[in-house]
């Protein structure tokens, strides 16, 4: 028995401890936001945040999560209210397929709170999912206009 | 391409009398037509439009959203014509079981080579124009007046004598029951208002939040996973595998044999599937493939590019003899790799099968041939099978196939009465693809005393997609799609008047299966011809515009859209220091476009790409806001290509498993991409695919500006260049 808080929401998962958070999220927790890509933390279509912190959460085991606050794509808008990165992908139409963007917007939101106005080679640091539509351009225009907001 | 399955329309048809009335569709009145009914009960008016008593306008799309944003072009076509509150409009999918009961009155379901809106324009359009008609009539008979009188703006009905206004959802329970026109005159295009308007997306809100459901998303209740390995040598067979080693693992279920070439282990979790699969002991049965090598492949393509026989895709003239007399030849060879598609989601189905049903639930670009699929390995008749459609985590064309729906149908048939969702691994999706097909291409060209391209031979060798998936399209043996853009007319020709030219194709199929993947082949014959064109007007000291632009006056509409490129780079002002420019242009899905690329690559190697200008005259533009995320996107889809998109072939099986070994571009490596959207009218070209095709010889060209160097084999990193 795994405890995981999970956007503020305490959870008891009967797992493996070597399992990733990713299957517990979607499989145990029910939270199929955060999505599997690849398993190997390339892709970062997985990434959610471990104390703040966006981590790609098929590559770490549920054990190392215990105790840390969690959150998921699911757990952004407060009481329905979005926040200013969602606000900013739907503004600027940012999905296309849509399957990566769950990773992506939760990879910006880390990047903004460290830094509020990041540069572009701030960004191309710090963004390294991948996107198999190609919606960077919008991505890029997206995160701009969220730290303008 | 033309060259997507389209559905035997006699099995549906035959189909139909089994499913009779069998759908949850409701049917009321004695006299006059049936009113048909959405599920929540909403009336149909005409088949494309559904509107709810609140004036929620419910489109019918049949085609696949895979993030091409077809839903919301489609839409506006509709909705154009049916003069509709553009915000209150949502859109459904209709299954392709009500497809087959309803005797395709969606038309074709089917979503590859750029068609969805150049291939339905009219009937949706019709639809439209169709339920209009039906609405203002019931108001028209409301209020006792000719139709001729009432007009309508965003949902609502005005009669102009008297002033009275209705709407849509007040008036569409009469109007379900009025009988659809049949002279329906649709807009002149200069009266469109919503076509060729940019609004946003109609399918972002869920995207965000992680609402959206994709088809690795479902659950069902009771549900089981499973997680599969086929044998990794294409055409080898499953021999054995010891069940008893994983049987007493968490949460395994069964483990199943998946047709001759697959096993499955189905459990209570994915991850406890797929835990189990990677400990089974499997045996495979390699066959002769697995001696197979790459350097085998590349000897096989290679003969063929001096093969006498091949089969002719363009002929003009006398391209040999010409070349035999010309002053100048130059000859050039090119090859092009297998890529894997690798869409972000991988491939997935949930299958529920009992004795008299089977339902399926994926993502996939052809809801028909999934439902053929699920027919057929069910062995259920059509009119028991059902698809429900998800939106795809892309597609690509991958998903145009339907091998992963076979495969969840054929486990839930050892499973009755329990649904399972079949979810590949992105190992499985890597090496059991139908990959890009790999050609390579002998250029030869003939110039005389002044430089002027006199002769042009095309010899490509190589794979055809036609002959592995639809041997039935091929012509008297000929792959007509082998020649996407040096095809003498039609929806890929080629834009250059050569007086001796030939174009032929030596076909040369190694094992591994080829698919359609975006843009299929002007992806690679594009880089032939327009990095040869290159070569040309460097050898003969001419600017690589100004040659291209003498063998164009007879095609003005390539000429248009490369001379626009060359504008906004600013082709003849100077290059910002150290940066280099390139520039190609190509025809594909019946749309004409264009690229130049500005960039700086090192001495070490060091590429970057700062800029591409895009052009893309697709006729009608629907959408120019989605079209230029279409053309930013596929430079990202085909830039990987040329940076990194390769999988090649050891003991028969492909060696590349996931993106650590097969990798694709991140932000920090895109350029910068102005699109300039300019339709022409009169016509309706792809918009998907044609653009992606002139990224990389852009590119490639620019690369020679600045180094001198020709690169004619792909990926890029094998010469050692990388992103800077």
Redesign the interface.
């Known amino acids: 028995m795994v405890k995981l808080t999970v956007n503020g929401i305490s959870h008891d998962v009967d797992v493996?401890p070597d399992?990733?958070l990713l299957?517990v999220l979607?499989?145990?927790v029910?939270?199929?936001?955060?999505?599997?890509?690849?398993?190997?933390a390339?892709?970062g279509?997985c990434t959610v945040h471990v104390d703040g912190v966006a981590t790609r959460s098929c590559s770490m085991q549920v054990s190392d999560a215990a105790g840390k606050q969690i959150t998921?794509?699911?757990g952004?808008?407060v009481n329905g209210a979005?926040t200013k990165v969602?606000q900013a992908?739907?503004a600027n139409?940012?999905?296309?397929?849509?399957?990566?963007?769950?990773g992506m917007?939760m990879a910006v939101t880390a990047l903004l709170k460290e830094k509020a106005k990041p540069t572009d080679a701030e960004?191309?640091?710090a963004?390294?999912?991948?996107?198999?539509?190609?919606?960077?351009?919008?991505?890029?225009a997206a995160i701009h206009a969220a730290a303008n907001a | 391409m033309n060259f997507v399955p389209k559905m035997n329309r006699r099995s549906f048809v035959v189909g139909t009398a089994a499913v009779g009335s069998g759908l949850a569709l409701g049917f009321d009145l004695p006299f006059g037509p049936k009113v048909v009914r959405a599920a929540d009960g909403s009336p149909e008016v005409g088949v494309w439009v559904v509107i709810r008593p609140d004036e929620t306008v419910v489109i019918r799309i049949a085609r696949s959203e895979m993030g091409q944003g077809t839903l919301t072009g489609l839409a506006q076509m509709v909705a154009e014509e049916l003069e509709c509150d553009w915000s209150k409009v949502t859109t459904e999918y209709p299954t392709p079981g009500q497809s087959v009961a309803r005797k395709r009155a969606w038309g074709d379901y089917s979503t590859g080579g750029s068609r969805g809106i150049r291939e339905s324009h009219e009937y949706v359009r019709k639809g439209g124009a169709t339920a209009r008609m039906m609405l203002i009539q019931a108001a028209a008979n409301e209020w006792k007046v000719p139709a001729a009188e009432c007009s309508v703006i965003n949902s609502t009905i005005t009669h102009k004598g008297s002033g009275r206004t209705t709407t849509y959802g007040k008036v569409a329970e009469a109007a379900a029951k009025i009988e659809p026109p049949t002279d329906v005159k649709l807009k002149d295009p200069k009266d469109w208002k919503l076509i060729g308007k940019g609004v946003l997306r109609l399918d972002t809100a869920d995207k965000v939040n992680g609402k959206q459901v994709y088809g690795a998303d479902l659950k069902l209740p009771g549900m089981l996973n499973a997680a599969i390995k086929a044998c990794p040598v294409f055409g080898g067979k499953l021999k054995s595998y010891d069940e008893a080693k994983v049987a007493g693992m968490k949460g395994v279920k069964k483990v199943v044999k998946v047709a001759d070439n697959a096993v499955a282990v189905v459990a209570d979790t994915w991850w406890h599937a797929k835990t189990a699969l990677d400990a089974l002991p499997i045996v495979w049965d390699e066959g002769p493939n697995g001696k197979i090598q790459q350097a085998d492949i590349v000897a096989m393509l290679k003969e063929g590019l001096t093969a006498e026989q091949a089969f002719v895709g363009n002929k003009v003239g006398d391209a040999k003899a010409a070349l035999a007399g010309a002053a100048k030849r130059i000859e050039a060879t090119y090859a092009y790799p297998w890529q894997s598609h690798a869409p972000m989601e991988p491939l997935n189905a949930t299958a529920l099968y009992t004795a008299d049903k089977c339902e399926v639930w994926c993502g996939t670009q052809n809801g028909e041939a999934a439902l053929a699929a699920t027919a057929e390995a069910s062995g259920l008749p059509v009119g028991k099978c059902e698809v429900y459609k998800q939106l795809l985590g892309g597609g690509f064309g991958r998903r145009g196939r339907s091998d992963y729906v076979t495969q969840a149908v054929q486990i839930a048939k050892q499973m009755p009465g329990t649904p399972i969702k079949l979810l590949w691994s992105r190992e499985e999706d890597m090496t059991q693809g139908t990959y890009h097909p790999t050609t390579m291409a002998k250029m030869t060209a003939g110039l005389d005393a002044d430089g002027n391209l006199v002769a042009l031979h095309a010899r490509i060798s190589g794979q055809s997609i036609l002959s592995a998936l639809f041997p039935a399209r091929l012509q008297n043996g000929m792959d007509p799609a082998t020649f996407q853009g040096f095809a003498p007319a039609g929806e890929a020709a080629i834009g250059y008047t050569v007086p001796n030219l030939l174009v032929d194709h030596a076909m040369r199929n190694p094992h591994v299966p080829p698919g359609f993947w975006r843009g299929v082949n002007i992806n690679q014959n594009a880089i032939y011809l327009e990095c040869f064109m290159d070569e040309l007007a460097h050898e003969t000291k001419q600017d690589p515009l100004a040659f291209r632009q003498k063998l164009m006056s007879k095609h003005p509409k390539h000429l248009a859209v490369l001379n626009a490129v060359a504008d906004k780079i600013g082709w003849t002002t100077p290059p910002p220091k150290g940066v280099f420019r390139g520039i190609a242009q190509h025809m594909g899905y019946g749309s004409y476009v264009a690229a130049a690329a500005e960039i700086s690559l090192d001495d070490k190697g060091a590429l970057k790409i700062h800029r591409m200008v895009a052009a893309t005259d697709p006729g009608h533009a629907v959408n120019p806001a989605q079209i230029e995320r279409q053309v930013s996107g596929s430079f990202v889809y085909g830039l990987s290509a040329l940076l990194y998109g390769e999988v090649t072939v050891k003991n028969g099986r492909i060696e590349q498993e996931n993106f650590d070994t097969y990798n694709s571009m991140r932000i920090s490596e895109m350029p910068k991409v102005e699109s300039i959207v300019m339709g022409s009218g009169g016509f309706w070209g792809g918009v998907g695919e044609p653009t992606i095709c002139v990224a990389a010889p852009a590119v490639l060209n620019a690369i020679f500006a600045a180094t001198g160097k020709r690169y004619r084999t792909f990926p890029l990193s094998q010469h050692n260049i990388r992103t800077a």
């Open positions: 493996e399992t990733p299957w979607r499989e145990q029910g939270l199929t936001g955060t999505k599997y890509g690849c398993g190997v390339q892709c279509a998921t794509v699911e952004l808008a979005m969602q992908w739907i139409d940012v999905p296309q397929c849509g399957y990566c963007q769950s917007i960004i191309d640091a963004i390294t999912n991948i996107c198999r539509c190609g919606t960077f351009q919008q991505v890029r």
